[in-house]
């Protein structure tokens, strides 16, 4: 099939922020994300306590413009020298790291900051409409760069797609035939989550598999910037074998952005992935996201759907069209006191569908609940993921984000 | 209706039953009688004083009135200091010259930095002019995290901010020296998702230093406020269920064990220094203080048992609010927990302690600081606060330095006891008709965010929508516009800006070397309990599935076990956190 072309407009740039590891301090790096993103910027934001690899991986699979981190208790000459090592560790050093720390940070560290590799810092009282033009400068046209390896050469591709331009062709680089899941829902319903627990169950159930997750979070609609916020809340995307890409809708209202086509191709195309899960921004009564391109082509081979129980009774429950669509529906939030009449009403109305659509009642804000599990199961089963010899090896976690 | 609906209900009630009484004292003669005859055996108990230069003081202001309504609005609406409702004060004589002589001390200065050891001799360093001992620990970002100093990519963290502490042994180094049993020591440790392992750190090396029988006449403060961690600070380890039964096990050991330690801090500083309003402080503050004696209750444990043990910690910057914050804040305390708790007057008082605010200090011609914290120490004196830390003038740049971590603490002394506002009456403030004008004004707004909250779910509930947070990030994304704009005037640096360029100011941080012995000292602990670690850990393990007291078990395991072995064995079986932008 051949990839999609979307229409070319001005690229936003993309920008990750962060908070070093050990470090809870916020309060800075919400507003610095709320300003760029007023100023047109997507900002890619990671959350607090950030391990440096934790970073160095985002920015890479990101293909971001550039890193931000504020640092706030201290050791950040050392923190902010081991990013920009592990950057260059993978031939991603192109990728400038700035940062502040309000008056943590002094002028004797900061010279020894940038020797170190730091391209800048900001002091405290630098005015914003300062800090926006140096991170505007951080700007550069979206074309494939030889030198780029591994996850960055697909990363790359994934930025050409969604600046409009041709996407390139990606070398195959692994031997795998993915299985793509568009996961859909509206918006509170816990789908982050849930596409988190099951990226856990992954993790735990194929011990050399990558899985890829495409999430599509709503662009501001006047200043074109966004805040992707995502990663936050991804504890078990912290992996080597996760790959995870934030896209801002940048004006499509299809629930996805337009270059999703484009990505997942270039997704299924790598071989990487024995399983891609694309989350769309929060919808439900008027459309599938998925099966709305390519002329009628489903986008992708299955589709779940989730919903909360409190989603207004009967006659709303009636109005949603992906739930006549959707292969797997999940109920969400299954604590609720709700969720007993919830399930009731969704199976009722999945009946009436005919077809073969199994209802899965979950609680994914619980660590190892079997709701999880199950759906689990069921999606690994149809997506045809066999356990690989040795069976089941525990997932990668570490103690910390 | 959630609980805190309850509570805002009750506040309701109690404002309508005052005035009720009032016109009752105008239109009721025999009730007007009684007042006034009470009215007058109060002020003929006052006992009188006077200023250094002879001007004759009471020791306690009253109001200067014989009007029977004017009595009953003050007995009821305000309280006698050490009475119900609290308004004015939550014991009967607070600061006061005579007070010093007793050994109480509002006074407490928190330090922490490098290594035990470094802490210890800072400890050593403030120590010797109190006239009690008051040691207030800060810790460095792994030990807050719960990780171990030898964890990939902290050392650089390592005694930054705070002191380092992995293990029972650099708890032992932490305290040398000092006599903790004595009945005038107080030890604070800020320290919140690992508060039962830090804890148990701290029982464990007090046992090995002063002997078992002597644990129980501990006397001190930890933090282990998770809910406002969630909300604000963002030091959260295991899901949110999790940490506060870790947190409920260990309020429910300390009661009967440590009888003298205030197991929980209910804390609004780092919810201000994110960015709250004050009116957002009290709120939240108080409504996890709610939930905390709510989910306490509802495990079985006895409000008039547990409800002493529980203290608050307010911030305290330079809006208008904060002249009454701490008495509004008590007032609401007590009426909620007497009318919709059923507590008795000891589990009705709110315990504060407030810190200056460290938001409010700036870099620029940073010795103007001084006098910001010097503003907001008297602010929080006003409230009566229990006990209270001062902000050093350097923060902006570093952990403070000696020389002005003994600035801030010499500013406490030049309040209470140099200057005459503090030493002679008490009350000298409390009652005039703009405190009383922000106290209504505030006290509406606390319980207008109740309601919101209420209709959200309460407390938790709303925390898992986020609401706390928004908010929060609202309120702090509107002063940093405001700063910006100039609307909130900040001397030096959006007003009468000298330009001159930042001074170099010695900096408090750890060496290298420092942070490698740490991970040595480390080391050789896990070395020389590598046989017995396993067990301890597997010990806890079973006791946390099958849902005993973890806090029991960790004053064991923290024998042989680090700080990170013990976070990492507890994640294992509870998971972890999912932060939430």
């Given at each position: 099939m051949a990839v999609a072309k979307t229409p070319r407009r001005p690229a936003p740039l993309r920008i990750l922020t962060a908070v070093p590891i050990c470090?809870?301090?916020?309060s800075a790096v919400t507003t610095i994300n709320l300003e760029l993103a007023r100023h047109g910027i997507e900002i890619i934001y990671l959350g607090y306590h950030q391990a440096v690899e934790a970073i160095a991986r985002a920015a890479v699979q990101e293909d971001v413009n550039a890193v931000g981190l504020s640092s706030y208790n201290g050791g950040h000459i050392v923190f902010f020298r081991e990013v920009v090592a592990a950057l260059r560790r993978g031939g991603n050093g192109d990728i400038p790291v700035f940062g502040g720390g309000g008056g943590t940070i002094t002028r004797a560290d900061e010279r020894a900051m940038r020797r170190q590799g730091t391209d800048r810092i900001f002091f405290a009282g630098t005015p914003l409409e300062e800090i926006v033009a140096a991170i505007r400068g951080y700007s550069r046209p979206a074309r494939p760069n030889p030198r780029f390896r591994g996850d960055r050469v697909l990363a790359r591709a994934l930025t050409i797609a969604e600046s409009g331009g041709r996407v390139p062709a990606v070398k195959r680089t692994g031997p795998g035939r993915s299985f793509v899941v568009g996961i859909a829902g509206p918006g509170g319903a816990g789908k982050s989550t849930l596409i988190d627990e099951l990226t856990s169950r992954f993790l735990r159930h194929q011990p050399a598999g990558r899985i890829a997750i495409l999430a599509n979070d709503p662009s501001h609609p006047g200043s074109g910037g966004a805040i992707l916020g995502d990663r936050v809340s991804a504890i078990y995307a912290q992996d080597d074998r996760v790959f995870f890409r934030s896209l801002a809708t940048r004006g499509s209202l299809t629930g996805l952005s337009a270059a999703a086509p484009a990505a997942i191709e270039l997704l299924r195309r790598s071989g990487e992935f024995d399983l891609i899960l694309v989350e769309s921004v929060?919808?439900?009564?008027?459309?599938?996201p998925f099966r709305s391109f390519g002329g009628g082509q489903p986008l992708v081979d299955a589709t779940l759907f989730v919903l909360a129980p409190h989603y207004g009774g009967l006659i709303q429950l009636q109005k949603i069209a992906l739930l006549n669509g959707a292969d797997y529906v999940a109920l969400n939030k299954c604590d609720h006191p709700l969720a007993k009449v919830a399930k009731a009403e969704i199976q009722a109305r999945l009946d009436q569908n005919g077809r073969d659509q199994r209802l899965h009642a979950t609680t994914a804000a619980k660590h190892f609940d079997p709701g999880v599990d199950a759906l689990f199961s069921a999606l690994a089963q149809r997506a045809d993921l066999a356990p690989a010899a040795g069976g089941e090896r525990p997932c990668r976690l570490e103690v910390t984000p | 209706m959630s609980q805190l609906g309850k509570i805002a209900d009750a506040v309701g009630t109690y404002n309508r039953f005052v005035a009720a009484e009032v016109d009752r004292a105008r239109a009721d003669a025999a009730y007007a009688a009684e007042l006034r005859a009470r009215w007058a055996g109060i002020r003929s108990a006052v006992g009188t004083t006077q200023s250094p230069s002879g001007t004759p003081l009471p020791r306690l202001a009253l109001p200067d009135t014989d009007e029977p309504g004017a009595i009953a609005e003050y007995l009821l609406g305000q309280g006698l200091p050490g009475e119900f409702p609290y308004a004015t004060a939550a014991?009967?004589?607070?600061?006061?010259d005579t007070a010093a002589r007793t050994g109480e001390e509002p006074m407490r200065l928190f330090a922490g930095l490098g290594l035990a050891e470094d802490t210890n001799a800072r400890f050593k360093y403030l120590s010797r002019h109190q006239r009690s001992l008051r040691l207030s620990t800060a810790f460095d970002g792994p030990t807050l995290y719960g990780l171990d100093s030898d964890h990939a990519g902290v050392l650089g963290k390592i005694g930054e901010g705070g002191v380092a502490i992995d293990t029972v042994e650099d708890m032992g180094r932490l305290f040398a020296g000092f006599d903790l049993t004595r009945p005038d020591a107080s030890v604070s440790m800020t320290m919140n998702a690992p508060a039962p392992v830090i804890l148990a750190m701290f029982i464990a090396a007090a046992k090995r230093r002063f002997g078992p029988d002597r644990v129980a006449s501990l006397r001190g403060t930890i933090q282990a406020d998770m809910l406002k961690e969630v909300q604000a600070q963002n030091e959260v380890i295991f899901p949110v269920d999790a940490s506060l039964r870790f947190l409920c096990d260990m309020v429910e050991w300390c009661v009967?064990?440590?009888?003298?330690?205030?197991?929980i801090s209910i804390s609004g500083y780092h919810i201000a220094e994110a960015g709250a309003t004050p009116v957002q402080q009290a709120a939240f503050t108080l409504s996890n203080g709610f939930t905390y004696a709510g989910l306490l209750r509802d495990r079985g444990a006895s409000v008039n048992q547990f409800g002493p043990r529980l203290s608050f910690f307010l911030d305290c910057g330079l809006d208008v609010e904060y002249l009454v914050l701490g008495r509004v804040c008590r007032r609401i305390w007590a009426i909620g927990m007497r009318d919709v708790f059923g507590a008795d007057a000891k589990a009705q008082v709110l315990k504060l302690h407030t810190q200056t605010s460290g938001r409010s200090l700036i870099a620029a011609e940073f010795q103007n600081n001084l006098t910001r914290t010097a503003v907001e120490l008297m602010l929080a004196y006003v409230n009566y606060t229990n006990s209270c830390h001062s902000n050093s003038a350097d923060e902006p740049f570093t952990t403070p330095t000696e020389r002005y971590a003994l600035l801030a603490s010499h500013g406490q002394s030049i309040l209470l006891e140099e200057s005459g506002l503090f030493r002679h009456?008490?009350?000298?403030?409390?009652?005039a008709p703009g405190l009383l004008a922000l106290e209504r004004q505030v006290e509406s707004a606390i319980l207008g965010v109740f309601r919101e909250m209420d209709t959200l779910g309460g407390v938790i509930a709303a925390m898992e929508q986020r609401y706390q947070r928004s908010k929060i990030q609202e309120s702090g994304h509107r002063l940093e516009t405001q700063i910006y704009s100039g609307e909130r005037p900040i001397i030096g640096l959006n007003k009468y800006v000298s330009h001159e360029p930042l001074p170099h100011v010695p900096l408090a941080r750890t060496s290298p070397s420092k942070q490698r012995l740490q991970v040595e000292r480390l080391r050789a602990f896990k070395r020389k309990h590598a046989k017995r670690a396993p067990d301890a850990l597997q010990r806890l393990e079973n006791v946390t599935r099958a849902g005993g007291n973890v806090f029991g078990e960790l004053v064991t395991t923290v024998e042989t076990c680090s700080l990170g072995q013990i976070t990492a064995c507890l994640t294992g079986v509870v998971g972890q956190f999912r932060p939430m932008v």
């Open positions: 470090d809870g301090h916020d929060g919808v439900g009564q008027e459309s599938d | 014991y009967r004589e607070m600061y006061l009967p064990n440590l009888p003298r330690w205030y197991p009456t008490m009350n000298l403030f409390g009652g």
